[in-house]
């Protein structure tokens, strides 16, 4: 009986060491994020979508959702398109994100990178969305 008990207590202990591990790490996960690609669309103060190969995903919408983090990313002259007033209009990005799948919605944007142009338009899965953004 004195040998039981020993292993049971190292067991408990065992055991009580992995579940605090794993709730240490849980936010790591978490934070690991979705890359997704495709096209940012920024047409007016406060609103901002991101078109993938699953379809539009919002980063923001005025007086609404504001995903955390910062974007867009910053472009380099030939890889953003302006329409409208101001410095408004469109890119092919990648963003590391964090997402609420069920809403379609950006949670956190992690980190980002505009990518050139033809990236998109040569992506079969998002190419003609390009027509929609201008």
């Not at 794993?22 to 890359?35: N, Y």
């Not at 923001?60 to 953003?80: C, I, L, M, S, T």
Request: hydrophobic fraction near 40%; proline fraction near 7%.
């Amino acid at each position: 009986m004195d040998t039981i008990i020993p292993d049971v207590r190292r067991n408990r202990a065992l055991a009580a060491l992995i579940a605090v591990s794993m709730i240490a790490l849980a936010p790591t996960a978490a934070r690991a994020g979705s890359l997704r690609c495709g096209w940012l669309d920024n047409p007016t103060p406060g609103n901002a979508s991101l078109y993938d190969k699953d379809g539009e995903w919002t980063i923001a919408v005025q007086g609404g959702h504001q995903a955390n983090g910062d974007w867009p990313p910053e472009f380099k002259p030939g890889q953003w398109i302006k329409h409208g007033a101001g410095s408004y209009g469109y890119g092919c990005v990648c963003l590391k994100v964090e997402l609420d799948e069920k809403e379609k919605n950006i949670l956190n944007i992690l980190s980002g990178e505009a990518r050139p142009l033809s990236a998109c338009r040569k992506d079969p899965a998002i190419a003609k969305i390009e027509k929609q953004l201008r």
